[in-house]
């Protein structure tokens, strides 16, 4: 059986909600199968959230990760193209930890690749009606340092991430929100794509800047 890893993040400092971890839990209840979903929040700290995804690749060794993370000034889903093997926190994460300028992972190659179909992916929310784009990058906080390790330690799996936005109610205007369902639909269409494509389309997905 094919088993899958879906991981968020739990409140990020005086936030009282994250819609990553919301929206996980969202398809972990009217998940349909017939693939074995394991899912799980992580916390936002750079000592912890990479060492529990190690464990639980461990532990289930999935044929797909896909992990997701709040990006607050973002109105569509994100599918990160690379991870960088950087820490560099603006802020603090939620143990108080604000690494600058130190590796993800000693050693290890400086970037990433997400070995998810993320062209597909992108293509398929959207055309189920939930605003999706390609990103670049997945910044220098704790949801790049998940991605990163997440590839990383993969092993045979294909492994990715998704940036989402804020859940409706979850913060007042004029920050970009989406329904929560659709951005549980969202996640949802993307892992359903990822499991039935090999190969990522040939499409342009650069940018001038």
């Known amino acids: 059986m094919t088993t899958i890893l879906l991981t968020g ?4 400092g005086n936030d009282t909600e994250n819609p990553s971890g919301d929206a996980v839990r969202l398809v972990a209840e009217t998940w349909q199968g017939p693939e074995q979903l394991v ?7 750079f000592a912890g959230a990479g060492a529990q995804l190690r464990e639980l690749i461990a532990e289930h060794s999935p ?3 896909m992990a997701t993370g709040l990006a607050g000034n973002r109105a569509a889903l994100s599918f990160e193209r690379v991870a960088l093997n950087l820490r560099d926190a603006r802020i603090p994460d939620n143990a108080g930890d604000q690494p600058v300028d130190t590796p993800v992972v000693p050693d290890a190659a400086s970037a990433l ?10 293509r398929a929310v ?8 390609l990103s670049l990058s997945a910044g220098t906080f704790v949801c790049n340092d998940v ?6 330690a993969a092993g045979h799996a294909r ?19 989406l329904p929560l369902a659709d951005i549980a639909c969202g996640i949802e269409v ?20």
């Open 113 to 122: 690749f997400a070995t998810l179909p993320v062209k597909a992916m992108t």
């Open 147 to 152: 991605m990163f390790q997440a590839i990383d």
């Open 39 to 45: 899912t799980a929040v992580l916390p936002v700290t």
């Open 63 to 65: 044929d797909l990760i």
């Open 190 to 209: 993307a892992i359903r794509t990822a499991v039935g494509t090999t190969d990522d389309l040939a499409v342009a997905g650069g940018t001038i800047s």
């Open 9 to 12: 993040f739990e409140p990020f």
């Open 159 to 177: 492994a990715g991430f998704i940036h989402v936005p804020w859940a409706d109610g979850q913060k007042p205007a004029p920050t970009p929100t």
């Open 126 to 133: 959207a055309d189920a009606g939930v605003p999706a784009e």
